[in-house]
């Protein structure tokens, strides 16, 4: 903070105050500055409510001024100044000497989702962390990563993260918070602890853990509840009735060759599914037809996994229970209540019963975490009976640290608030008041607490209603720990110092028993010490080793005989599904449950499927739109259990009937710039009693329409249209593997195109150096996870452009996936097409720039040189494949101090006015070039991964040189699923992609 | 009106409904009187003032779009991706081919000795310049950074960058600028004769003077005649390939590329039409009503209107063979591409506005055929408003429909122009009146000393 102002400040200050007849003499500037009137002055000149200038619409800038304001207030006002607290954060895995201004440095840390960790390696420059990679050796990651982690370097330079300690409203001290909970602790010891409650997510962190056991231990009246609102209540819950024991499942997908999914979307949501990705898409290579495993799904809300399905039947989400009834007692457990079903369904489940059995002990059944625990122990069950435990499932403890039934939890917390037993509630990193049940009233009971403390990133709903506020630690700056899907213990290690001086939950809790003055860092490390995890090594050694690999290798959880048995009694009699329409509660695909809602490049990439962003909707199939005489964008009531919610239609094909689906994450009231207020919140129709889906909705429209914007298609809706036309181009190449088998070249016989040799022009570029660049996308293994949009985002510095441009059609995405239907409305295939620059031979960009700012480099590439182009969009409108993107405005921001540090220093921040486009990560390419020449030697294949690539869990993207033929880009380019798109036009793309191979039942097809 | 030194009989003259080229009243001295006295008048007429009034806050308007549109980015506009150029790109080629009519009035029909066009010429070639002035402000804004627009100009730097020659962008600089260049040569050059009148017969010292400037010594000997006949030859012959070029290059920054719908071979002679089409269209539009305000029916005559009318009729149907070639090819390629794009055309979501150009531009000149309408000015007028619009919507077919829907259809859109879209746009058009408004007022708008070539002699020796 400059200084000069903050004195300048204190003076008017000061001299107003005297005027207004403060003491006559005065010591100091402070004992001025105690005053009331100088406080009022100061409340006047400086709001120091985060609240009073969201209040009104300000810019950017003005509100960023306004906060450094209220932290020099801060200053001004406590002690005069306060000293940042030395402290070494980072060990360095090199030595600094080794730090060069301009090389990155990567080091091992971990992404915590919903309490679970992924290993990521985190790309630092210059001490500023600027991109997430998954960290090749973790497990659960194996150098992929999903959305959330790839985004969360963004979240944590969020201009609106909570910057500083708020006591009701005002902002002032951690030490005057740590006087105050001293004072109240002190009231406890009576008490046993009795009044005292502490509020997290899911807890698998051993130290954190340890922690909250200690304080348990000191205060034994105390209670510790844990909460995430996409609960996995109904896998413990089914775990207990098959096992009596809540333990955790892990699958060996890539073991399976015939995989039966009930409700459930393993590849793109849930613990571990970035590692079940990978080794799913592992048996999805459709040049290895032989080894294809073959998928069965049932759904209600489509999904990404069922859009990768062979075989999809698409059902309420209540109905699912009984046709998982009919098969598992086809497959032998002895179970009723099974669904009969129509003739197709029958056909259906008999087939998939037999193929199950027919692959007994290598195939694998799994379900959805909103499916009720019946499901699950019947899943459980199936899975046993086949054969499949062991081989392709295994189980082990918990890898929680305290596993419960989160609903019961938040509950019985609610309970005690509101019979006035909690005194002190202490939430941290949860937002309750926003997402809990609406039915449960949170706010309502929160009022009878006497004290009430929530640390979070944000101020937040929680926040508000709090007499204090933290603000936390992001995951990149603060030491922690955590099991990721399968128990890998994992290290959190920062990468940089907190920026608002947030305190991570070790520490908040550190400060509940006596410890306040404890570090991230020392917690954790004694704690390791303590429980012996490195065994008969020497520790220190053992402790460096961990941080540089970033987890301990060998650390799953061992698997643990269990078995199902004879779950009849435990699952009952099928309840059937609830009368009326359903409605189905699931976590957005982006924003999650809430918790990103303020992070600008998950708002803005476009949700799988419906391609919306910015936004949530009531998501219905086309009959009942139909039946309603509702269109996208029309507004419905939505009533659900005597409450109420207005919510935007949109209609996505293949959604089963009389069921809607609405996300949850939206209708932020205080979530900063970007997410307050975007959507409507599904919580406030949510009920504890059923949180995942439920009957007796009521669906009236309203006559109102709410502008909701989706990435394509974003004025027409016409299915049958796009189909034929999309087919006609044969964009999309899908075959079957029994075709595939007769005829190879069926996928390059799809569409007829000239001979590139029969040119009368000669070719243009030589291509005479040792590289040329080439990519291929295989379709077969992409299940549109959006993972590589992210990742290129954030390696790239893409803008943000906000919901009224991407209404404009100017989103900015170099990479994007492309989806297309196929067949009936109701029960379309649905196809994923990642599509980045195709980096034409002949591309016809380069011929129509007037200035040269888009030219052909002798390596293959289309180059685009920003500072060159003049901005007449002909190269984009001339581009067949619509990849170019524009900045229309000026939409990179150069002057958010915290965005700055955020971006990639090796590529051009855009300016207004300029195309820009996927460069193949041209600077990565630079950088392998370079270590190359200074070992004087060839760029060696698989050395350079594109952003892209290098992100996608299906390992579906494939980069390299293509002049090498043993390099692997061109072996797959050699394939015969091998085409190119709209080759017919000459533009000789260097994108390629394999096609599609379906691997259906004979006997289904038939 | 003023009559102080007229000697042409006004109520004949301003009825004159007959075949003749300039009307039967007129001689050397009173052509010179009646278009003179136009411009050197002392009372400037209420209705000038009134039209000036109205068109300055749309130059005005035009300032302030263009100001905003440089402070903000082009995405004031309602341009996307996919649809990369909208009203900017339509608006320059309809105002270019709009030009187009003035140097074709005098140039080609100069050369083929179409005297006719003697009394319209003038008019035409100030529409040309003005209109070009309104076209090259839109390249030159709709580019991202207009700052930097000079950088498709060939100047020599010390990093050796240079223009990419095979860009047809860059082929309209030269096609445009060699246009507006000769244009504005031709015009001047072929008023110096008339400057060096109204010197002669400007009452205030001041005007004389002015005017002296601009007729740089014009004496009206034979030798600067003999010089002035051949320099005006040589333009003339400069300008006619011109007026196939420039609209022909024009159509390159769509021929040239792979957009279906804008890769086509017909564009150039088919938007050359166009451009005459237009042109032509907008000299009625212009014409007619100054005829009327000034009494011009004796010098721009019914004869003349017919005329123009059936050139509107002759080009209409060249450019109605274009859309039935553009229709017929793109059955006839067997490209999904082109046949989608123009079924797209005549029934996706731009159909309304296909149709409405097909109406305008084929159907409604259709009552040309008819001598009667060809000698009403008021249905000429309309007839000539309706071409100008279908012309524009033409330019918005070809631009908006093939870009919004074209090769992927995952990222077909819509675009619509915004505000500031359509306040450019009609602040160009202000911008064009408002300069035709100064012209008619301060320079002679009929050129008297070619009128006095038509003349027929016998009418002029009993003043000798």
Redesign the interface.
Known sequence: MNQTSERHITEAGAMNARKNGAPEYWRSLDQLAETEEFQSFMEKEFPQHVEEVKANPVSRRKFLKLMGASIALAGATASACTRQPSEKIIPYVLPPEEIVPGKPLYYASAYVHDGVANGILVESHMGRPTKVEGNPEHPASLGSTDVFAQASVLTMYDPDRSQSVIRRGRITTYDAYLNELNEALSNQVEKQGGGIRVLTGTVTSPSLHGQLETLLARYPGARWHQYDPVTLDNAREGSRLAFGEIVSTRCDVDKADVILSLDGDFLTTGPGAVRYARDFAARRDGNDPDNMNRLYVIESTPSLTGAQADHLLNRRAGEIEGLARSIAAGLGVSVSGGVEGDEDTQRWVSAVVDDLRAHAGACLVVTGDHQPPAVHALVHAMNDALGNTGNTVTYSESIEAAPVNQTESITTLVNDMGSGEVDLLVVIGANPVYSTPADLAFAAALDNVAMRVHAGLYHDETAELCHWHLPMAHDLEAWSDARSYDGTLTVVQPLIAPLYRGRSAHEIVAALTGNAMKKGYDIVREHWQAQGYHGSQDFETFWQTTVHDGFIAGSALPSKAASAGDIAAAVGEASGPEAGTELIFRADPTVWDGHYANNGWLQELPKPLTKLTWDNAALMGPAMANRLGVENTDVVELAYRDRRVNAPVWILPGHPDETVTVHLGYGRRRAGQLGTNAGFDAYSIRSSTGPDFGGGLQVTPTGETFDIYST?????MELEG?GS??R??N?IRVSDIETFKDDPHVIQEMWEEPDPERNLYPDEHAYDGPNAWGMVIDLNKCNGCNTCTIACQSENNISVVGKE?VA???EMHWI?I???YRGDLDAPETFH?P?PCMQCENA?CE??????ATVHSKEGLNDMVYN???????C???C???V???????YADFETPSLQLGRNPDVTVRS????EKCTYCVQRINVARIEAKKEDRDIADGEILTACQQACPSQAITFGNTKDADSKVSRLKASPLNYGM?TD?LTKPRTTYLGRIRNPNPVLEA | MSQQDQAVDIEKVDKYTGDGFVAPEYNNTTVTQKISNIVLRADTPWGWYLAVAVLLPVVGMLGISITWLVL????VW?????V??GFAIINFVWWIGIGHAGTLISAILHLMRQDWRNSINRFAEAMTIFAVMCAVMFPLL????PW??Y??LPLPNTMS????W?????WD?FAVSTYFTVSLIFWYMGMIPDLGTLRDRAKHPVVARIYGIFAMGWRGASSHWARYEKAYLILAGLSTPLVLSVHSIVSL?FA????PGWHTTVFPPYFVAGAIYAGFAMVLTLTIPVRHWFGLQGLITTRHLENMGKVTLATGFIVVYGYAMEAFISWYSAS??EG?MMWNRMTG?YAPVYWALIFCNAVSIQILWWKRARRSPLVLFIVSLIVGVGMWLERFVIVVTS?AN?????????YAGTIWDWSLYIGTIGFFLFMMCLFIRFLPMIPMSEMKMIIPKHRNKKDA
């Open positions: 394509q298609d974003h004025h027409a796009m036309m999309s006609d181009r964009l441009e404009n059609a100017r994007r492309d989806r297309y097409q599509v016809p011929l129509v720039c007037p200035v040269g060159r182009c003049v901005g007449t969009r002909y984009s409108n001339n067949p494949y619509k170019r993107r524009f900045n229309f405005y000026l207004r006015g300029v195309m709209l036009l | 903000i980015g082009t995405g309602g341009l996307n991706v996919p990369g150029w709709h580019v991202g950074r930097l627009a950088w498709l960058l240079w223009p990419q095979r860009s047809p962008l860059v600089v920054d040239v590329s792979l957009i999904p591409y989608f979501q870009l074209d090769y992927m259809p995952s990222s077909w859109d819509y």
